[in-house]
């Protein structure tokens, strides 16, 4: 599944930029995603911002999005971040 997911990554990735783009208005390119199904932002690209944030490099705005590839429609999503 791992090798499935870094093969796919690249055009979902850039259909994922286009529609947050359409709906949005923001410009995520390049989209940064969580190498995890159900991680933490321990496991997400999110965390070298909040390690440089911690050690003094400044504070970070972000913008969490999230996508649910199932079939199963789901109506609450928790997401820890920094």
């Known amino acids: 599944m791992a090798k499935s997911i870094a093969i ?4 979902y ?11 949005s208005g923001y410009d995520t390119s390049p989209l940064e ?4 199904t159900n991680a933490t932002y321990y496991f997400c690209p999110v ?3 909040a390690d440089a944030a911690k050690a003094g490099n400044g504070t970070f705005n972000m913008t969490v ?7 199963i429609a789901m109506k609450k999503a928790e997401i820890l971040v920094p």
């Open 8 to 11: 796919n990554k690249p055009v």
């Open 33 to 36: 995603q969580c190498e995890r």
């Open 47 to 49: 965390k070298k911002y």
């Open 13 to 23: 990735s850039k259909m994922i930029e286009e529609r947050i783009q359409e709906y």
């Open 65 to 71: 999005s999230i996508h649910n590839p199932s079939n």
